[in-house]
């Protein structure tokens, strides 16, 4: 079964990078200015960058006359269309002018044939999450000057393999101008795209082969930033959420989502006095930033706030994590938060409290309930509690000055 990704427009920026993926962004080679790496080995030659193994070859056939097959890396940027398309130099530069994220190094693969990928370890035999595609020039300049209004496509086919064995693949159309494509999706990729690749399941090899509707499209394209996936998985589930600058009708929600295209991620924000979200509930989005003001509320009123972030390469939401509040009295400010961290978090068993002051704190689970309540304490142990997300309601022993963190216990 193929499943087909259509063109689409990408504006992720790469961001953090949390433990359960590896990126290879090809960065860790090296090349001289606006060239390729070329090896006429008769072997064949192979370059890794993060936990993936390339393949490729080139043939010298004399009379400077070369053919390549499979992955080399480039740091050509020509965004030109190409007169003399067979110069290598068009062959081998990603259209966008520069790697993905603005790097200086990626991949590019001739895939008349296969081209080839094996994954080594820790993340043999699990998920690939994907990787970001680009047309070479020449590629970009064929699709646009020769498929355009003749019902043309050029596909990129990546079939994973497990021990040998077809598991699945997937395909995404570096040009589509085919009439079953709606208009305002035809086109020829021109900058950086995700493929998801995580319906493939657990692979521990991939190949690559470019095919077009008259089979003469350039065989070419750019890849950069593959990442893996060792743990299985997709985002990151701790969004370590906290209130601060707590008034009578305002109060900050603050979150921290280390995951692979974070500056790409959303996050849904909602604020009700229930410790679940329904339906009926007002969200509110939040791009290209880690906090959000609720403003509006209640004075001296419980409030719940919900977050749930939405994973970019992964097409899928979060589930929806809490953090309980209170409201100042009308007129006051909540100056008033306790100045404190908890670490380690997500943790095992203790957690230790860094508090200027002596603090008084109460653990509930997400149902509302009290599993603790402790007085002047400087840690807490965790260990004998159920794995899962828990609220630490900290106040000082006037009980005059409060904070509320969230924590998960493995």
Known sequence: MVKHLLLAASAACF????????????ENLTLGTDTFHFD?????????????????TFTD??????????????????????????????????????GYDSSDIYAVAYAYSPAKLKLTAPASGVQVAGFMVANTTWGYSYGTNTYAGSNGWAKLVVRGFLNGTLVDSVGYYLSDYRSATPAAQQGTL???????????????????????????????????NFVTMETGLACSENLNLNVSDINANTAKINWTFNN?????????????????????????????SDFY??????????????????????DSFTTWQHVP??????????????????YPNPTTGLI???AKEQVNLMVVDMSGNLIINQKDVTQIDLSQVAAGQYFIRLTTKDGKRSATKAVVKK
Request: net charge negative; glycine share 10%.
């Open 15 to 26: 961001g953090l990078v949390s433990n359960a993926q590896t990126v290879a962004d090809f």
């Open 40 to 56: 006429a080995a008769a072997s064949g030659y192979n370059f890794t960058s993060g936990n993936a193994k390339l393949y490729g």
């Open 61 to 98: 056939f004399g009379g400077g006359s070369y053919g390549g097959e499979g992955f080399t890396y480039s740091n050509i940027f020509d965004t030109v269309n190409c007169n003399n398309c067979y110069d290598l130099h068009f062959q081998y530069a990603a259209k966008p002018g520069v």
């Open 190 to 224: 021109k900058g950086w795209d995700w493929v998801n690749l995580q319906s493939l399941g657990h692979v521990d090899s991939l190949t690559f082969r470019v095919t077009s509707s008259n089979d003469f499209y350039p065989a070419y394209f750019a890849m950069d």
């Open 260 to 288: 692979t295209f974070a500056a790409a991620d959303s996050f849904q924000v909602v604020i009700n006095q229930a410790a679940t979200v329904s339906g009926t509930d007002a969200v509110n989005t939040v791009t290209n």
């Open 293 to 314: 003001n609720a403003a509006g509320l209640t004075a001296s009123q419980n409030y719940y706030a919900h977050v749930r972030a939405f994973c970019y390469y992964s």
């Open 325 to 342: 509040f209170t409201t100042a009295s009308s007129g006051l400010k909540n100056a008033d938060q306790i100045a404190v961290q908890l």
């Open 352 to 354: 230790y409290i860094d």
